[in-house]
């Protein structure tokens, strides 16, 4: 049995990592330097803390480049 919830887990956890790197090809920085995307994920975290105007603006561009636009 726990065997296979740890197997589940990682099952789990390698599927969000693939979608994960998803997004960032999505977002066209596939190319880009490791450092360069850790360190835009960083500075947007750091934005985003306490910046619900942001965090909604971003949020809605997201939205729009996945085709769900609130029309």
């Known amino acids: ?5 740890t197997s589940d887990a990682r099952k789990k956890d390698t599927r969000e990592k693939i979608e994960l790197g998803g997004l960032i090809i999505k977002a066209g ?3 880009e330097k490791r450092a360069l995307l850790l360190g835009l994920l960083i500075d947007a ?3 985003l803390k306490g910046d619900a105007q ?4 971003l949020a809605a561009l997201g ?9």
């Open 54 to 57: 942001e965090r909604s603006r």
């Open 63 to 71: 939205a729009e480049a996945f085709g769900e636009r609130d029309d």
């Open 1 to 5: 049995m726990r065997r296979s919830t």
């Open 45 to 47: 975290a750091a934005r």
């Open 29 to 31: 920085l596939r190319y």
